[in-house]
């Protein structure tokens, strides 16, 4: 019964840490330099 | 020019006041399966605009028939067992990629009644903006004589297209596949910085919000799908969910963490540029997007998604054999790109420019994609370079 008890705490915490590490966080950092430009239609052609 | 457009919601909607408020068009039919429930909408072009219920390839009042013989795969899901070809050209013509046994039913079946106006004469263009029997739409207004232009964004429903480039060219006609915004506009955009580097590495592509119900529940089954990469001349096979990374959009939108995905754009990428070693498509998500994915919707979808954008990031070798990344993407709600690039398709395939017959992408059949995304960008579609990302 022991032994149950254990794992099922290992695998509850297996979930709440994996859970927590797979919404956390961000996916990287923003550009350091550079920035957007609106093409005209002229420069298109 | 006269268009049979399948579907009335929010991408097809537009695309009728777009083809219906263009004088080359002369006239434009809309099927629907409730017309009761556009009517109004489509009174407000009582010259161009007939409204009829029904779709091609079915008739009248079998919607249900429909769905029921959509291939038995759950929206999104690639199964494993399916094979990819090891490249799009490898399996024959560009794209095609093998599902049979999946087909909706065999190619000579289809009704001929349903892109016919009540006048006798076939549509020149057929715009499938309806998710429900793709590929039976597809197939009858081929048979009808017409192209077809459908901005699909499910893996499923682009193989199944791509398998028939046979057919569109015996008939002489051409299957524009994903004129949304991703795919779609990204496949565009992929084109135009293609030739800007002598040698290609990889593409990135990233979208971010939804047009309509129907691109809400995609987005939300694409989250639990499998990813679909092309790398080192494979199809690889990824967890939709996984592969965090940050992009930036252009603004308003700017940075928002993006995932990997059942994204149909490596599929129409791979055979327009077969030297390229890696490409990639990635979504936008909310934490609650991520953790949830696997539930079926807990709410319904919203009427419409008004912010999106697209990203696409070349990365390769330029002239001075000097590594080289280049940029660029658009910030509009999805269903009004989905819509203007839809309409500028359906535009070029009733006047012969698009670049070949056959079913493809638009990264294939858009020649010269400088005059494509400027036709998008007077349909009220901004495309933006992103400057300083270079070597």
């Given at each position: ?45 | ?145 017409s192209h077809v232009v459908c901005p699909v964004d499910d893996p499923i ?114 055979p327009a540029f077969p030297e390229c070693r890696r490409i990639t498509a ?43 990344v280049r940029i660029l993407g658009a910030a509009t709600a999805p269903a ?56």
């Amino acid at each position: 019964m022991k032994l149950v008890r254990r794992t099922a705490a290992a695998l509850a915490a297996t979930v709440v840490i994996a859970g927590i590490v797979r919404l956390r966080g961000t996916g990287g950092v923003p550009p350091r330099r550079g920035g957007w430009r609106e093409i005209p239609v002229d420069e298109l052609k | 020019m006269r268009v049979t457009v399948i579907g009335m919601g929010a991408v097809g909607g537009r695309v009728i006041d777009a083809l219906a408020a263009d004088p080359d068009v002369e006239s434009v039919l809309v099927l629907h399966r409730q017309p009761d429930r556009v009517a109004a909408r489509a009174a407000q072009w009582p010259d161009k605009v007939q409204l009829r219920q029904g779709g091609p390839g079915q008739p009248a009042s079998s919607g249900r028939l429909a769905r029921a013989r959509r291939p038995a795969v759950a929206p999104g899901r690639v199964p494993p067992s399916e094979p990819l070809p090891r490249s799009g050209r490898a399996a024959g013509p560009p794209g095609l990629v093998p599902l049979s046994g999946r087909a909706a039913g065999p190619p000579g079946r289809v009704q001929r009644s349903g892109p016919v106006p009540p006048s006798g004469q076939a549509a020149d263009v057929t715009v499938i903006a309806e998710p429900a029997a793709v590929r039976r739409s597809a197939l009858a207004a081929l048979e009808a004589g017409s192209h077809v232009v459908c901005p699909v964004d499910d893996p499923i429903d682009v193989r199944h297209l791509l398998e028939l480039d046979a057919q569109a060219r015996a008939a002489g006609r051409t299957v524009a596949i994903g004129t949304a915004m991703a795919p779609g506009l990204s496949c565009v955009l992929a084109a135009h910085l293609v030739p800007r580097f002598a040698r290609v590495e990889e593409i990135h592509v990233a979208s971010l919000g939804t047009g309509g119900p129907a691109c809400a529940r995609r987005h939300h089954a694409a989250l639990a799908g499998i990813a679909i990469d092309w790398a080192d001349g494979a199809w690889r096979r990824r967890a939709g969910g996984s592969g965090r990374e940050l992009v930036w959009f252009p603004e308003p939108v700017g940075g928002a963490d993006c995932y990997r995905a059942a994204l149909p754009d490596a599929l129409l990428l791979a055979p327009a540029f077969p030297e390229c070693r890696r490409i990639t498509a990635r979504l936008e998500a909310t934490r609650r997007d991520r953790l949830t994915s696997w539930l079926p919707m807990l709410r319904r979808p919203h009427p419409e998604g008004m912010v999106g954008a697209v990203r696409v990031e070349v990365r390769g070798w330029n002239a001075d054999d000097q590594p080289d990344v280049r940029i660029l993407g658009a910030a509009t709600a999805p269903a009004e790109v989905a819509a203007a690039v839809t309409a500028v398709t359906a535009r070029w395939a009733g006047a012969g420019r698009l670049a070949r017959l056959g079913a493809a992408g638009l990264a294939e059949l858009v020649e010269p994609t400088g005059k494509f995304l400027a036709d998008v960008t007077r349909a009220g579609v901004p495309v933006s370079l992103f400057e300083g990302a270079g070597s």
